[in-house]
Structure formats: C-alpha cells, structure tokens
C-alpha cells in the first residue's frame, strides 16, 4: 500500500505561539479529496532545553481535505482532536547534523481513546532530513498489547518546490 504525505508550513495564530505545520496523509494520491489523516503540528521551539516540543492536532476521520490557506486559519482547534502535553512529540538534532528525531514514548503518554474503546499508548518515531522523512506509528492497548502491526520505520523521499507528486520516489510503498 502506498501512502502519500504532504507537509507545508502554515500561519495559524488560533493554535497558539509556535511555528505551524499542516500534514496531509493519503492512500490515493498527494491530493485526495478525502484524505486518511490531516494534522496541524505547533512547534514548540526553546534553545533553554536540550529538544523543541511538537503539539499535534488531528483533524475528525473522513474530512475533505483542507485548503492549506484561509479555510485552514479558520479552523477552530476545540474542533480538533488533541492529546495531553505529555504526549507532545520531543524533537532532537540527530546524526547528521541536518537530521532530527521526534519521539513520543509510550511509557510517557497516555489518553483514552473513542477508536479503540480503551487507554492507548503511542510509541511514535519520527526522523527528518533535507531528502526524506521516515515514520513509525506504534500504538499498545490498556493491557500492553500492540492494537496494530508494526510495518517498521516507513521511509519516503522527499519531493523539491515545484516537482511532479506523481514520481515513485515520492512516496513509501510499504507492500
């Protein structure tokens, strides 16, 4: 299956302080009507503490894709799914200098969860560079038990300002 993200950064005030991100991600292409998950990321940004903390905002499931400008600003975040300040993703500098991991560990958080109808706990990494992005969505249930799969961590190659998102490369084929 293949999956298709699309980031861009986003001016969105309502979210708080911080630097904003919008994150599209598809199953049908880089610009599905109906995408399977749209996020808003607040960046958290302090040269005090040894990471940056990353807030994230989940659009409701079956929401047409958001135009990234004016329709995106007016989103109000009480309409969003949030999750507690503990499960913030902490971001990194990594090796090499120009790559940073984000983790959220599940010994860290925590939240009760309508999908699965029980506490869940996201063990979440993420690594960016300038030519890619990989990601790995772990999720464990009340009893400590894995509720999906793990593919492993899911790579995809990064696409430049104006390429075509149609490109192979552009996505990770996970099978």
Partial sequence: MRVYHRSEAVRLPRFGPGRAFYHRIARDG??????FQQKVYVLDEDPARP???????????????????????AL??????????ECAIRWARGEPPDTWGGRVRRE?????????????????TYVVSP???AVEDLLFGA?????????????????????????????????
Avoid: H
């Fill in 30 to 35: 880089f610009d599905a009507p109906v995408p």
């Fill in 51 to 73: 990471f940056n903390r990353m807030r994230a905002f989940v659009l409701a499931p079956g929401t047409p894709a958001i135009d990234p400008g004016p329709a995106l600003a």
């Fill in 76 to 85: 109000d975040p009480a309409k969003t799914l949030s999750f507690p300040p």
């Fill in 108 to 124: 860290d958080c925590s939240y009760p969860s309508e999908r699965f109808g029980q506490t869940i706990s996201p063990d979440l």
């Fill in 131 to 133: 030519g890619w992005l």
């Fill in 143 to 175: 009893d400590g038990k894995s509720l999906v799969p793990s593919p492993g961590l899911a790579q995809a190659v990064r696409l430049g300002e104006g390429s075509q998102p149609a490109r192979a490369e552009g996505v990770n084929d996970d099978g």
